[in-house]
């Protein structure tokens, strides 16, 4: 099972798949959405065999392949997997039907086409799984590049609102990133030993010069932080978020914002620790800046898809200071925090087009006691928000606990600032769900004939495995973090940091 050729069978296969959507004909719709359904759930079958396969304790990278590419370059279509990637393959493999099934009604048949639009929807997926597989440095930029094509298309053709203008802010933004990060690969590999293979450079780049290699690091930092994205990059994320469709956003915060974070912990604290030790401190400041800024921003917020963007940019402020506290425990939490961010947020922003959809607006002032015309609707909401904010019992709160407590043990300063974050996210999500959901009804709301039904069979199908998920994992964490753990580890042993000694060790005895 080893010698199964498992990442570059999981990364092609959805492209293959947006091939075929893409050659159905625009007049049958309904079967290009099951045919996209059915590829986005042999891709997640595949994902759950592999997960299966990963040994835990073994080797750090798994599933390695490696096939000849551009040899005067020395770059390789080179695959591997460690516990960090995959536990975000299993993410993407799980949002990625789910959002399908979500979106199964969002494409008007009259204007747009709806095997353009899944077919779209597959190849995301194919630049998803590619840029998180990916093992070879050049490889990764050229996934990290392309993933903005069909996003870009699916913003500015079946958005709403300023659609055209949130589709191009998204495209440059991640474009000037992307292209100070091919700066910084050039240079890695001109100053590596002429290879692209991340192994091979984790080892050159011990010969690099200090302040060459921060410069390197550099570029790669702001590809990543715009990608994340941290303040004051983050700019793009609450108009793209606003004008995407619901099941695009939901992958936009769930999924691909976490090559950003996963960017940084992969290549920027393995290939240059000196400059991720020296650059750390800044790091940490903008991170604490964005959990409050962005909390501030969505408190004020009145449409319901830009205070969901918001609440994405405070919640990766809590997975920087994860990121750059230099712990096992507080790197696991990052990490951790990625997969049950993508998993709440993902939830919060399906289920807030679920409203959207029937209201026909998005903002908060168009609904008003909501919930009296679709309880159930209503009640998952709630929980989605909830989940969002990190209430004890669900999975976020075990990640945003191992993160401000990985941190207080190094930074104590800016996990005790970090907690005024989740004070506020209480503020923004609870005030979000009474102006939507409780009160008095609004009479407007009696009008729409769609508000007056619940959630429908393939609504409750969408929802509850995203509900299980955030449950399970919120009371039994392990076998996620099992996997996560040594990758982890072996992440701070590149950097050269080393846990902090608990006093009752360092003591000899208990509170020594």
Known sequence: MKDFP?????????????????????????????????????????????????T???????????????????????????????????????????????????????TRSAPAYFALLLAFEFTMIGVFAAADVFLFYVFFEIMLIPMYFIIGSFGSGQKQYAAVKFFLYSLVGGLFMLASVIGLWALGGHTFDFAELV?????????????????????????????????????????APAGAAALLVGVMDKVGTFGILRYCLSLFPEASRWFAPAAMVLAVIGIIYAAL??????????????????????????????????GTGAVLYMVNHGLATGLLFIVVGMFVARRGSALVSDFGGAGKLVPVLAGVLFFAGLASLALPGTAPFVSEFLVL??????????????????????????????????????????EVPAMSKDLTLREKAVVAPLILLLLVLGFYPKPVT???????????????ANDPVPAVEAGGKVGG
Do not use: C
């Not at 050659?23 to 359904?37: G, N, Q, S, Y």
């Open 6 to 54: 498992f990442l570059s069978i999981l990364t092609f296969l959805p492209l293959v798949g947006a091939a075929v959507v893409a050659f159905i004909p625009r007049t049958k719709a309904e079967l290009a959405k099951i045919v996209a359904l059915g590829w986005s759930l042999a891709v997640l079958v595949l994902s759950a065999v592999m997960w299966g396969a990963f």
């Open 297 to 330: 921003l969505a408190v004020g917020q009145n449409d319901l898809k830009r205070l969901v963007s918001y609440t994405s940019i405070a919640h990766f402020g809590f997975i920087g200071i994860g990121i750059f506290a230099f712990t096992t425990q507080a």
């Open 203 to 243: 080892k050159g780049t011990a010969q690099i010069d200090q302040n060459t290699a921060r410069w390197l690091f550099l570029g790669f930092f702001v590809a990543f932080a715009i990608k994340a994205p941290f303040f004051p990059f983050h700019t793009w994320l609450p108009d793209s978020g606003g004008a």
């Open 405 to 446: 407590i990985g941190t207080f043990s190094t930074h104590k300063g800016y996990a005790v600032v970090a907690t005024l974050g989740i004070v506020l996210a209480a503020a923004y999500v609870l005030w979000m769900i009474q102006r939507t959901t409780q009160g008095t009804l609004n009479p407007a709301l009696t």
């Open 482 to 496: 099992d996997v996560i753990n040594p990758a982890v580890q072996a992440t701070m042993q590149d950097v050269g």
């Open 56 to 110: 835990i304790g073994g080797d750090r990278f798994q599933f390695r392949e490696s096939y000849a590419w551009i040899p005067s370059w020395d770059a390789r279509l080179t695959f591997a997997a460690d516990g960090i990637a995959l536990v975000m393959l299993l993410l993407i493999a799980i949002l990625f039907p789910v959002v399908i099934l979500a979106s199964w009604h969002d494409v008007d048949q009259s």
